[in-house]
């Protein structure tokens, strides 16, 4: 049985619904503001303050992408969505599933896993999931929410889920109504379970949010958390990053999502809906 089939089954969780804590004075979003001392394993640790655009200098530390076929990729997407998400009471089994995967992946992707399963084995399943409610359900710096790092807690938020929800059914992927269509393990779950073009639709659509997940990594690494692992095997099943990407990285850095913008008529990602851009 292929990880597609024993893995897509995806139960609901709390972790798939929006939930901020409120941000303490010493957790500042993904080091928002603070475009030098990210971290390392790729972040951008010393970006320069005046970065030409596009064409001049970027940030030269992101994850370099591995050489990866369709069938790879999709594996990768499968393996980090269920990882990703909120560790229930079959994590060991869903560690046993990816493990039985990993032989299939490129060895710079595999490993990242293999670690990923010794540091989640090691510490059991209580700990795993304190550590994650830790890390994700109470830090913005750690919004699974793709829609939070493209317009933040603004009226444009719910605009914006409706566009993912859009896009993922353009792809033919359903979803329930109690689960969140921009959270990073839905969208890669639908990149896993679609093939073809509509897989090269699916990973534009995930690339398009690059910048998010590139602070959701350093935002990782930053605090030492093993789950950084994940993101450093997806970003490696993705395209480069390129100057386009960097530069909106190194905005979000500095200034954080959004604040509150008047209207919905201009969306920083793209979208099915007609008249919407």
Not at 202 to 220: C, D, F, Q, T, Y
Request: hydrophobic letters at 40%.
């Amino acid at each position: 049985m292929s990880i597609f089939d024993k893995l897509r089954k995806r139960p609901t969780t709390p972790s798939t619904k929006p939930k901020f804590a409120a941000a303490s004075a010493d957790d500042a979003v993904a080091g928002y503001g603070t475009p030098a001392g990210i971290g390392t394993m790729g972040g951008a640790k010393d970006v320069e303050r005046t970065l030409r655009a596009h064409t001049g200098k970027v940030p030269t530390e992101f994850i370099a992408p591995v050489e990866v076929t369709e069938e790879q990729r999709r594996i990768t997407a499968m393996a980090v969505s269920v990882l990703l998400n909120y560790p229930g009471e079959d994590i060991i089994d869903k560690l046993a599933a990816v493990e039985e995967q990993v032989d299939q992946l490129p060895l710079a992707i595999a490993t990242d896993f293999v670690n990923f399963a010794e540091w989640a084995r090691s510490v059991g399943p209580r700990a795993l999931e304190e550590h994650y409610v830790e890390t994700f359900d109470q830090r913005r710096r750690c919004a699974l929410f793709l829609s939070y790092y493209a317009v933040g807690d603004t009226r444009q938020r719910g605009m914006a889920i409706l566009s993912f929800r859009e896009q993922l059914e353009a792809l033919g992927f359903q979803i329930s109504d109690d689960e969140l269509p921009d959270h990073l393990c839905v969208v890669l779950e639908a990149m896993a379970m679609t093939e073809g073009e509509e897989h090269e639709r699916a990973v534009e659509m995930v690339a398009s949010h690059r910048e998010g997940i590139e602070v959701l990594r350093a935002a990782l690494n930053q605090v030492s958390s093993p789950y950084v692992a994940l993101i450093v095997a997806l970003c490696k099943a993705l395209p480069q990053v390129d100057a386009k990407t960097a530069q909106k990285y190194v905005d979000l850095i500095r200034t954080g999502p959004p604040a509150e913008m008047v209207g919905i008529a201009d969306l920083p990602f793209p979208t099915t809906q007609p008249g919407v851009v």
